[in-house]
DNA sequence: CTCCAGGTGATGG
DNA sequence: CCATCACATGGA
């Protein structure tokens, strides 16, 4: 079926933004995307028409929402254009991205494994936790996709599975993350109703949680878009463009949305 | 060979 | 509180 969708939506800049790293163009103009157990299809079309490989209900429960359809980022653009000229540059080159509404065990998962690694590595290590531990979804290009193992199917993996998965000196750090969820200590759902510091706090518990990591899965597990996650891009925009001055809190609930425009920008040598 | 990657924990001042 | 340093692994 079709959709249309109105505001900003680059494909391939949100592929490439370094928050979700399952998304993949199989073929040109179409892509793959992944998150928990769910497959789709998508490929823009004409004007703002998209068609996608889902039924309608799918798409408003699950597609929709993932891509956070119900927030206006051309508006948020415009609002804050002409407040700093380099800012302006970024939302320019970042037009057409979107905060994902991701999965929050996803997201901790993949955020401790991010850590000192580039974008491609993290992609191969998340792709071989899927393959042992999630389950077959469907096939694509000739190859099983499998899910992101929920935190249940996670309880399986041992200190051994886990080394074969790149994960290096990460591994101690995963067990910890998956021994909370099992045991209560960490329950996504209830965190939902924590506010941003507690959320922080709670995540920060988790062994190779730090700053950057509890503010990434809040960002994008979480949709918490006032967290601003400063990693080794966002400080060099910070010492190169702000003057070493952290600009975020000028940016108030939109400041994790001005990040991931720097972010993108600065990847992309603007 | 060296250097680096969406950082964090442990240690020492 | 701030500054160092080690930490596995894969790719350039």
């Not at 949100?14 to 979700?20: K, L």
């Not at 399952?22 to 998508?42: A, C, H, N, Y």
């Not at 960002?219 to 966002?234: C, E, M, N, Q």
């Amino acid at each position: 079926m079709t959709v249309d969708i109105h505001d900003d939506m680059d494909l391939e800049k949100i592929a490439e933004s370094g928050q979700c790293f399952r998304m993949k163009e199989t073929s040109p103009g179409t892509w793959r995307v992944l998150s928990r157990d769910q497959m789709l299809f998508i490929r823009k079309v004409e004007g703002p028409r998209f068609q996608v490989s889902c039924s309608e209900s799918e798409w408003d429960t699950i597609w929709y929402p993932y891509f956070d359809l119900d927030r206006n980022y051309s508006a948020i653009r415009e609002k804050y254009k002409g407040r700093n000229e380099f800012t302006d540059r970024c939302m320019d080159a970042g037009r057409g991205l979107r905060i994902l509404r991701a999965d929050p065990f996803e997201m901790l998962i993949t955020f401790i494994i991010s850590q000192r690694k580039n974008i491609p590595a993290i992609s191969a290590s998340v792709e071989k936790i899927c393959k042992r531990y999630g389950h077959m979804i469907g096939r694509d290009e000739d190859q099983d996709i499998y899910s992101f193992p929920t935190a249940e199917e996670m309880t399986r993996a041992d200190e051994k599975g886990l080394s074969e998965c790149s994960l290096g000196y990460r591994t101690p750090y995963i067990l910890d993350a998956v021994s909370r969820v099992s045991d209560g200590r960490l329950n996504f759902e209830k965190m939902r109703k924590l506010d941003d510091r507690q959320l922080f706090d709670t995540l920060c518990t988790v062994k190779g949680v730090g700053v950057k990591v509890a503010n990434c899965v809040e960002l994008f597990g979480y949709a918490r878009t006032s967290r601003a996650p400063v990693d080794v891009w966002i400080q060099r925009a910070i010492d190169q463009h702000y003057g070493g001055v952290n600009p975020f809190s000028e940016y108030g609930d939109e400041a994790g949305i001005i990040q991931q425009y720097i972010f993108y920008a600065m990847r992309h040598s603007v």
